[in-house]
């Protein structure tokens, strides 16, 4: 199996949580400390999680209990740290969808050097894929989101991808000149999954997604349809991009759009 984590779970295995919101810390301290029969995964355990935590920059939000969740994509088994306490600690379905058309697809999308990022990113899962699939990924959310993110990013792509996931915050509608220069940043993808729901704060995630797109970018948003503001985000959505129904999943009622940003 091809593990790019550095604790050895079994794929599939659920709701191994961690007790408190200093638990993850507690685990991988107790990860890298214990030994097998052969020395070699544990070892390459204790070269890496040094690395790991000197990298985080974040410190996950105090939550009171984590679970750690199993997916695979890729050819990767990748274990997601998730808190039911917040909306951007959760895999939703549009992010697992969104992530079976990127590993269908990768011949077509081609992914690999390109520049990514991500709106919205939640707990990281579609970022690692990007990032195992050869992309140069930024991870964007809110402050408070940024430490479980980045967290789940280094475990998962830390010395197993060519670009190292960057994270940086991202509030909708604001400071975009400032922080995303239009001058110093191009994506050739922006990717975003479940970001439209029952919130007030879908103009400036339009605003967002168009200042983002530029000439040759290209928008992969896939979410599930729950709402009735959800169809009229798709109607504002559809008259400032070129719109393409790239897959449906009913299953999952997600749905998955390709916009390319109208140039009048």
Not at 73 to 85: D, L, T, W
Not at 162 to 167: N, Q, S
Not at 189 to 218: E, I, N, R, W
Request: hydrophobic share 40%; glycine share 8%.
């Amino acid at each position: 199996m091809d593990v790019c984590l550095s604790s050895a779970q079994q794929p599939g295995r659920r709701g191994e949580g961690l007790s408190s919101p200093g638990g993850w810390l507690e685990a991988e301290k107790k990860g890298a400390s214990q030994k097998d029969s052969t020395g070699g995964a544990l070892e390459e355990s204790d070269r890496i999680e040094p690395s790991l935590h000197s990298l985080q920059k974040f410190v996950p939000t105090d939550y009171a209990s984590y679970t750690q969740e199993h997916y695979r994509f890729a050819g990767k088994e990748i274990v997601i740290q998730e808190s039911i306490e917040s909306y951007g600690a959760v895999v939703w379905p549009g992010a697992t969808a969104l992530c079976q058309y990127l590993e269908k697809h990768a011949e077509e999308l081609n992914f690999q050097d390109a520049k990514i990022l991500e709106i919205g990113a939640g707990p990281g899962l579609v970022s690692i894929v990007a990032s195992i699939l050869g992309a140069q990924v930024t991870a964007t959310d809110l402050p408070d989101v940024l430490g479980n993110l980045q967290y789940n990013l280094l475990k998962n792509t830390l010395r197993c991808t060519a670009h190292l996931p960057e994270v940086k915050e991202l509030v909708w509608g604001e400071d975009l000149d400032k922080n995303f220069p239009k001058s110093a940043f191009y994506y050739d993808y922006v990717l975003a999954s479940d970001v439209v729901y029952h919130h007030y704060f879908l103009d400036k995630l339009l605003t967002t997604m168009v200042y983002l797109s530029q000439p040759g970018t290209v928008l992969l948003w896939a979410n599930k349809f729950r709402f009735s503001t959800d169809y009229e985000f798709l109607d504002k959505f559809k008259q400032v991009f070129d719109t393409t129904l790239l897959a449906e999943y009913p299953e999952s009622s997600v749905k998955l759009f390709k916009g390319i940003l109208k140039w009048d």
